[in-house]
């Protein structure tokens, strides 16, 4: 007997996805610190937002987001049915309406931002990202003598991102110590500003992180391909926010070539960044061999990588833009 499938009136959909997402974030019991105006992270959940004025979510590292169904769905892993059930029945227990009311909300600016103190030293980054990254010790020189590239009082790696006046808008951090995972970014930073290696040319190479970005220029520079002048620029994550400030920024940029990694995520926001800025740039993709190109890089599969003048890119689309390196 077949069943029938399970309907919710227009009503019920409105009201499902009128449910305040602080609300229910906060009464299944996750923590919200408020991070920037009209926005607060959600501990423990790596890149996940909730913009309150809205009513919307975002997971940067995932590239997912959406309202009060789609954040159920995403949290704890129910079906759209599920979900919208589950938002028509519920009922706070605690009300956080009123705590983060808009009015409040409106009058609180963001705090400044202000990198972290420098070291003495730069040995730990050195060794990090020589050592153990095998990126080219050349090109970590030179992005410590110019500014974009420190160590910090812990040790961190600290890589720079810069507006058009050369104010420091932006700092990544990764830790120096191989046996603790941590990476993120310097408080108040502002991601439209990334981690920017600047060129001459109109392309520019897009990778998730500043690791992704010395890695690919690494490679290219064991191949003896010297002659890269293109600019190339960190995400942060897999959010196009750099991408389009750093486009405004450029002018003159008519090629885009998306270097994310080859994951789930990386694929995922690599159709819809390509999807998004198709109709006004020249868009392309590439992907490496293992899950990013550091991997590529310290597995040394550079005889895959570089069977072809381009970096194997897809639907033969090397000749069309004349993307010689």
Known sequence: MAHKRLRFTDEELTQANNVNLMDYAANIGLELKKVGKDSYHIEGYGGLYINPILNKWNCFSKGEG?????????????????SVKQLLGFNPTTNHHKQYSIAKRKTEEKGEFILPEKSNTYKHVIAYLIKTRKIDKNLVYKLIKEGKLYEDK??????????????????????TNTNTVFKGDVKNSDKAYPFAIEGTSDKVYVCESPIEVLSYLTILKLYNINSFNHHIISLGGVSD???KQYLEDNPMIRYIVLCLNNDKTGIKATNKIRSGYKNKYNVIEQYPINKDYNEDLINTTYNQIFTEKNVFLRRGEEEKFNLEL
């Open 66 to 82: 959406g309202g009060p169904i789609q954040f159920v769905m995403f949290i704890e892993n129910k079906t759209w049915v599920e």
């Open 154 to 175: 812990n040790k961190n790696c600290v890589f720079v991102g810069y507006d058009n006046n050369n104010n420091p808008r932006y700092g990544n951090l990764r830790s």
């Open 241 to 243: 926010k750099a991408l």
